[in-house]
């Protein structure tokens, strides 16, 4: 057998007879001329190198060789009938996988997007990479997810960003701090406290640190922390102040109020971000798609800021 002159179409057209039992047939079913028909069968055969049709009383009858080539061409064919199947699927990003990589803050709204995205689409598998702003910086420059989700979006030279979600920066306080329940707090009170931070190129000190800048005021006292959970659970200690996001303060817990200050809360948004200089996933591409379609239904309206179908459009612009 010479498998370098087998096509699909010899088969789908060998198929199609031994299943009309008839060339005329064949030809109406296929648009093709009879004559190409039984070029095709001709050809099949010498690529074969056995017969596989006989003619006995004016009837086709398909030989041993024939008989075994057609069970082998069904299952071919279905397997890429199925294939065609799990291409569309894929296409149409209800299957696959994609990464996105997040900020720490950004863990306390992406799972409300995540979780409805996961259940609507059980088939595409979804990797979560969580780190502080100079790690999901390290991973945009290597290229080593799908999305990124940050709060300060980096320099976007190499990619496109649509913000979903606004990001207030409150000053909290323990509830029994000294300052919790005066109806007006100034900058000069707070200067003496002592103010819990994040790493150095976390987006939230940067920000705080460019408001005190532009006010003039340096702090007294600091302490560095890893986590907004850390800082959080220090501050309703007593352990000081901080500025935090309001997406990291449950609504349920009275053991920290915001502090009334001119000037905040600092306002600033969670970004989407995608590289141009990358393919896109057919599943990523599903996932924005139904992050601006559900963004109203999966977080607080009050915070949404849809500006994702510029995203949407430059990504589609690119893929033509």
Not at 255 to 263: H, Q, T
């Amino acid at each position: 057998m010479n498998i370098r002159h087998l096509t699909f179409r010899l088969l789908q057209v060998f198929v199609d007879v031994v299943q009309t039992g008839s060339i005329t047939e064949s030809a109406r079913r296929l648009h093709l001329t009879q004559p190409t028909v039984s070029l095709q069968l001709k050809r099949l055969k010498e690529a074969i190198g056995e017969p596989l049709l006989e003619t006995q009383h004016n009837k086709l009858v398909v030989t041993q060789a024939g008989q075994e080539l057609y069970r082998i061409c069904q299952q071919t064919l279905a397997n890429f009938s199925e294939f065609n199947t799990f291409l569309g699927a894929l296409q149409e990003g209800q299957r696959g996988h994609f990464s996105i990589a997040m900020v720490n803050t950004a863990q306390y709204i992406l799972p409300r997007l995540l979780g409805p995205y996961s259940q609507s689409h059980p088939n595409v598998d979804v990797t979560v990479e969580i780190g502080n702003r100079e790690q999901v910086l390290r991973r945009f420059e290597q290229g080593a997810d799908d999305v990124y989700v940050f709060s300060h979006p980096p320099s976007l030279e190499h990619a496109f960003a649509g913000r979903f979600l606004r990001n207030p920066l409150v000053l909290v306080a323990s509830a029994n701090h000294p300052l919790a329940h005066k109806s007006q707090v100034s900058l000069d009170d707070v200067m003496k406290e002592r103010f819990l931070l994040r790493e150095p190129g976390s987006a939230t000190r940067m920000l705080f640190e460019s408001f005190l800048q532009s006010r003039g005021v340096t702090l007294s006292s600091s302490l560095q922390m890893a986590s907004n959970e850390a800082i959080r659970v220090g501050v309703s200690s007593g352990m000081g102040l901080a500025l935090l996001s309001r997406h990291v303060l449950p609504t349920q817990d009275h053991s920290l109020v915001s502090l009334p200050i001119a000037g905040l809360p600092l306002e600033s948004h969670w970004y989407f971000i995608v590289r141009n200089d990358r393919h896109l996933s057919y599943a990523a591409l599903g996932f924005l798609r139904f992050a601006e379609q559900q963004l109203t239904q999966c977080l607080d309206p009050q915070w949404v800021s849809n500006d994702l179908s510029q995203l949407l459009q430059a990504l589609s612009s690119q893929s033509h």
